[in-house]
């Protein structure tokens, strides 16, 4: 079967990939930079990738005329593109009218359990798109799901910092509203066991784990699954904005997210039916042991996706091109090289960078400088990163996004995604034997001139620092 994958580099689209090629499938993933695809280059060698924007379809490549099936899986809740109902609707319309002309014989669409008339802005877009997908001439199955669990996922991701940060907790009274959570595992199932399945065409259905519980109890349970208590008092007049404002504080979520994720938690998200388990004969698994199955595959490393990686987490466009290229005028620099390294323990070293391995010198500063920025909105340090020892192209990692990581090159570029006053890059590139790292800053007004040579006695010891600890750390591994 051929299959087209849209949001191929999301969090399910990279969860589902490698499950569609074990099934046997020809999958063609549709994505907007083909260098953003984190995926291993043996999986890379048996897809083909097609560029398309399907907010912009002016340049899109044209997609093969023999598809059998497609899995629509763009959204967006970022701020930093607007508005972000505006942008889906305008992501469906042009789905549908570049698949109109082929063979395609069902869309599967992964939305939101919709219960409330007074829908949240995140609920109200996706039933938008699923209205929008319903009216174009190809079978459409919609998959309803709520919070859903596992390694990566935003909603695994928050109750885990919660839990793990707070064992005494103050909360608004939105954790009292009811969920239907569902493992990533069970979800999978249900993705897969749909496709072209006589029963599942033009219809929608909830999908949810066998526990409808309150966010209050889900943290709880989580606390109780890891082996320790927490204790939960809720204060209802803790406004929206408040709200926000902690789960930025105390989690890896940016504000804008939080923003739309607390509007969401307002609105009761419970299956209203389990048609699709009788159809499939999928059992889902339980709370806890989607939690459990998580933890797994965080203590083997091996984490497919995070949300964290998606530009969602960050303040930047989704277009990374525009800043691949390192500003030459009007910057100012950090320069540090050293010679004579070994190239291969180099690059792994550079590889492993960040999150819990650190920076290599004066970690504490980094943290401070991550709490600061954390303060007044930005993402932090708390983001971490995926993986120990592999970086791609647009992964997050801690307050920087990768532009470039590409080892072939002997390069890995680095752009601040943290509150400034102008524009930051970090670079390491290894020419012959010889490793260059430069800090780039290109300052916006007087105040960007000003936090650079403030700063400039720090970035003397800590860069310096950085790459002779990288030079160290290879001479040792």
């Not at 909830?206 to 966010?215: A, R």
């Not at 504080?249 to 504000?255: A, D, G, I, K, N």
């Amino acid at each position: 079967m051929k299959i087209l994958l849209t949001g191929a580099n999301g969090y399910i689209g990279m969860r589902l990939l490698p499950q569609l090629l074990e099934a046997g499938h020809e999958v063609i993933c549709a994505v907007r930079d083909p260098r953003r695809l984190s995926v291993a280059d043996d999986l890379l060698q048996r897809i083909k990738i097609i560029t398309i924007d399907f907010a912009n379809i002016e340049d899109a490549e044209s997609i093969p005329n023999d598809i059998d099936v497609a899995y629509y899986l763009l959204h967006s809740m970022s701020s930093t593109q607007g508005d972000f109902e505006d942008l889906e609707n305008k992501c469906a319309t042009n789905f549908c009218f570049l698949v109109a002309n082929t063979q395609i014989k069902q869309v599967i669409y992964l939305s939101g359990i919709i219960n409330d008339q007074n829908l949240s802005k995140h609920l109200r877009s996706r039933k938008n798109v699923e209205d929008i997908l319903k009216n174009a001439s190809f079978n459409l199955t919609v998959l309803r799901a709520g919070i859903i669990v596992g390694s990566g996922s935003a909603s695994f991701e928050i109750i885990r910092d919660l839990c793990e940060k707070l064992p005494f907790m103050i909360t608004p009274k939105w954790v009292k509203t009811k969920s239907q959570p569902i493992a990533i595992r069970t979800v999978m199932e249900f993705l897969i066991g749909v496709l072209l399945h006589p029963k599942c065409q033009n219809d929608a259905f909830d999908i949810g784990g066998p526990n409808v519980l309150t966010y209050k109890e889900m943290l709880h349970l989580y606390a109780r699954t890891r082996g320790f208590k927490n204790w939960i008092w809720i204060i209802p007049i803790m406004t929206p904005r408040l709200s926000s404002y902690w789960l930025h504080f105390v989690t890896s979520t940016s504000y804008p997210l939080a923003v739309q994720l607390v509007n969401s938690m307002k609105m009761e998200v419970v299956a209203k039916d389990s048609r699709l388990q009788s159809i499939l004969k999928i059992k889902p698994y339980t709370y806890t042991e989607a939690i459990e199955m998580a933890f797994k595959k965080i203590e083997q490393n091996s984490v497919i996706s995070s949300w964290k990686d998606s530009m969602v987490s960050g303040r930047l466009p989704k277009d990374l091109r525009r800043y691949i290229q390192v500003p030459r005028f009007g910057i100012l620099k950090d320069a540090q090289k050293i010679e004579h390294i070994d190239i291969d323990k180099t690059l792994q070293t550079l590889w492993r960078i960040g999150g819990d391995q650190g920076w290599y010198y004066a970690n504490w500063l980094w943290k401070i400088r991550g709490y600061q920025d954390q303060l007044i909105g930005g993402v932090g340090l708390r983001r971490g990163r995926t993986h120990p020892d592999k970086i791609f192209t647009g992964d997050s990692l801690d307050f920087w996004r990768v532009l470039l990581a590409d080892k072939k090159e002997r390069r890995l570029l680095l752009y601040a995604e943290m509150k400034l006053p102008g524009e930051a890059w970090l670079e390491f590139k290894i020419e012959g034997s010889t490793l260059h790292q430069t800090a780039t800053f290109r300052p916006r007004g007087v105040w960007g001139r000003l936090y650079w040579y403030t700063l400039v006695p720090f970035h003397y010891f800590i860069f310096k620092g950085m790459i002779r600890n990288i030079a160290q750390k290879t001479q040792k591994a």
